[in-house]
């Protein structure tokens, strides 16, 4: 296998290969963590359909529209991995259809990150306002133009291939990573300048909004403390999610000082920068938000069942003496 890895896929360079075991061992880790994240976050969405207090409160609407494009992400670069090492190639078309919904699922991450940053300095520090502003309905046409935002950035690169490329090339079999589809020199540019672009207004968003966090409660009310450290854990994220961008550079950063460890690099780098930021997001609502946690506690531990069940038969022998009354 001779590649790199890109967006989530992992493969060889040079004559280093992983054994059968070793690949056999590293594709369970990668898909048995796909699937424990992806199973908390399907609570979280599960969870946000059955209260209504979540789907009008535009703070949630936009958490689980992270949570759900996380789940998108996760489940992709974790397909992508495999297919890595149990088919190498695939179809240039079925690659480029997996390519695209991965970056844009990438991208969305920031501005989601920012978007929901700026709604928690709107509550804090222009609270009056807030109904006003942050409305269900603005909610989802903010969604609308975190996807179309996104979508500026791979589009291009996608009418440059069809314009470029011959037929027979979207034919072929080739190993699926956007450097070896997007392979013109505009479009690894233009990569890194829209890299550099959206995580420049992203990071100004939220510092803007910590320090005029930090500055409007100054008295330190609980909620206003929790609201701080929620901007702090969306910066974390954030970090988590720039090393996507800065992931070559740190990877050869890594292989010149262990030159014999490029197998083990790409997956601990792949583990770090495409799965850990995916954790995070259920801590920062799911787990640290009392309103949310107190509903899907039932969910993660599968007794909501049993807690219905009760409250029928409760009901059903109410309702003799709720008819005698």
Known sequence: MNSSSINGTSAVAGNQRDTFTTAVIKNVIVTALCIFINYINGTLVHTFRKHQIFTSNPRYILFIHLVINDIMQLALSTLLHIISYALY?????????????TVLTTLNTPLNLASMAVECYISICIPLRHVQI???RKTYILIGLIWAVSSLSILPDVFVLLATEP????????????????RSAYSLKKRDASHIVF??????????????????????????????????LHGFQLLLCMLTYVRPMF??????????????????TYIIVQ??????????????????????????LCTVNISIHKETVTMSNRRPTMKSL
């Open 199 to 232: 995580l420049a207004l992203v990071w100004l968003t939220l510092f803007y909004t910590y320090f005029r966090i930090l500055i409007a409660t100054k008295e330190v009310a609980a909620d206003n403390k929790k609201a701080r450290n929620t901007i702090l």
């Open 275 to 300: 799965i850990l930021p995916r954790f995070v997001s259920p801590i920062v609502y799911g787990l640290r938000d009392r309103t949310f946690r107190k509903y899907v506690r039932s969910y993660l």
């Open 167 to 182: 037929l027979q090339f979207f034919h072929s079999n080739l190993f699926c990573a956007r450097d070896y589809v997007f």
């Open 134 to 136: 942050c409305t269900v």
């Open 251 to 268: 990877e050869q950063s890594l292989l010149y000082l262990l030159p014999k460890q490029y197998l083990a690099i790409r997956f601990a």
């Open 89 to 101: 190639t695939i179809n240039v078309s079925l690659c480029l259809i997996l390519l695209i919904i």
